[in-house]
């Protein structure tokens, strides 16, 4: 059975503040790595892709990546009001996202103005 | 490119009777999913296309539960003999096979189904 755990929440953050979302996977084959936003009512959206160990930057959101510690995080800098929403960490055994997605429960995000 | 159109957006329906969605993928993607989310939880997936070749099918698609893509490009999920447990939003992502390693999955507004 493959595994994707998250953190339900909610995480708290102030305004302006670093909000850290972890995700831990139990395929050791997981070969790429998603993280979607969702608002609620909403479907997922694509917000950062990842496939290799390390850090991954767009904007102020940032992907880290960990295979031997089977960890995935995301970072979101200077956290907006804007940013509240579930984020789902999704995993994939192959090396692209034509394939199906296993996802976590997701973490609720509250950005406090 | 008007993006994932689903329909109906919301479905009642009383236990036992028979429900269809269809799903309109972006144009031109090769690959659709099925995924299945309730309260609280991710999307579970479901069964996926490429082209109108079912590819898999996930152990939480019962036998009541059948999906076609005819001609490649819509996508219809039957569920027969619905249950209260099948309550849940369905959710549709189309992606390509062209471009770029993220093969980013699109997902539609979702059909919510509540069974009485």
């Known amino acids: 059975q493959k595994e994707v755990e998250q953190n339900s929440g909610p995480l708290s953050v102030p305004e302006g503040a670093i909000a850290s979302l972890n995700c831990t996977y139990s395929?050791?084959?997981?070969?790429?790595f998603f993280w979607y936003r969702q608002y609620s009512g909403k479907s997922p959206e694509l917000i950062m892709f990842?496939?290799?160990?390390g850090d991954k930057e767009d904007g102020r959101f940032t992907a880290q990546l960990n295979k031997a510690s089977q960890y995935v995080s995301l970072l979101i800098r200077d956290s907006q009001p804007s940013d509240s929403a579930t984020y789902l960490c999704?995993?994939?055994?192959?090396?692209?996202?034509?394939?199906?997605?296993?996802f976590g429960k997701g973490t609720r995000l509250s950005v406090i103005a | 490119d008007t993006g994932v159109s689903q329909n109906p957006r919301h479905k009642i329906t009383k236990r036992g009777q028979n429900v269809t969605f269809r799903c309109d993928p972006i144009?031109?993607?090769?690959?659709l999913y099925w995924y299945r989310q309730t309260l609280g939880q991710g999307p579970e997936f479901l069964t996926y296309?490429?082209?109108?070749?079912?590819?898999?099918k996930s152990r939480l698609l019962s036998d009541r539960f059948s999906a076609e893509r005819p001609k490649g490009s819509f996508s219809t999920l039957e569920i027969q003999r619905t249950e209260q447990g099948d309550s849940a939003m369905y959710l549709c992502?189309?992606?390509?096979?062209?471009?770029?390693?993220?093969?980013?999955?699109?997902f539609g507004p979702g059909t919510r189904l509540t069974v009485l």
């Open positions: 992502a189309s992606s390509s096979l062209a471009g770029g390693r993220s093969n980013e999955q699109f």
């Open positions: 395929d050791r084959g997981s070969q790429s």
């Open positions: 990842i496939y290799s160990n």
């Open positions: 999704a995993v994939s055994t192959r090396d692209s996202g034509n394939t199906p997605l296993v």
């Open positions: 144009s031109e993607h090769n690959r």
């Open positions: 296309f490429q082209n109108e070749a079912q590819l898999e």
